[in-house]
């Protein structure tokens, strides 16, 4: 289960007992801030896309929208999300708690500056009901992967 792989990917930092579990579903961005009794917008949620043949992920804030224009400068190429069962073999998570930690080698991670006006954000962990509290440099440190901040999200600021 992935939940399990993300809990023994924070073990390794001391900190998989923030990991939040709850007991109804957090699998969209309304449901997980009703859960974690917060604001939409600051759920951070990962969208997941291929690229030049190779999966990247990008974690925004539950309020933004990708911008085609702005990811289609970003990375060269236009936004084409990863099908359920992509996400599931390519990114090692299910749609409902894809995350950016224990996640499958290869897989780029960009956080977008979105979430950047926030304090803390509430990821999920690898489970269609878990979440984390971290703080953006929290998020930053965390995130496997992690490659860089970007802009490519709209109807945010």
Not at 10 to 31: M, P, Y
Not at 68 to 92: C, H, R, S, W, Y
Request: proline share 3%; with cysteine; hydrophobic share 40%.
């Amino acid at each position: 289960m992935a939940i399990e792989k993300v809990k023994n990917y924070f073990q390794k930092f001391g900190i998989d007992n923030r990991i939040l579990e709850f007991a109804q579903s957090s699998a969209t961005v309304e449901l997980a801030a009703q859960a974690a009794g917060t604001q939409p917008e600051r759920i951070a949620k990962s969208l997941t896309f291929m690229v030049n043949d190779k999966p990247i992920m990008i974690v925004a804030a539950g309020d933004a929208k990708v911008d085609n224009q702005k990811f289609k400068m970003e990375f060269a190429t236009k936004a084409k999300m990863l099908t359920p069962d992509e996400v599931d073999n390519l990114i090692g998570h299910s749609i409902g708690g894809v995350c950016p930690f224990g996640i499958n080698e290869g897989v780029s991670v960009y956080l977008d500056k979105s979430l950047q006006r926030f304090t803390t954000v509430f990821p999920a962990c690898g489970s269609s009901n878990s979440a984390i509290e971290l703080t953006i440099a929290e998020l930053e440190k965390y995130s496997q992967y992690f490659e860089k901040w970007i802009d490519v999200c709209k109807n945010w600021n």
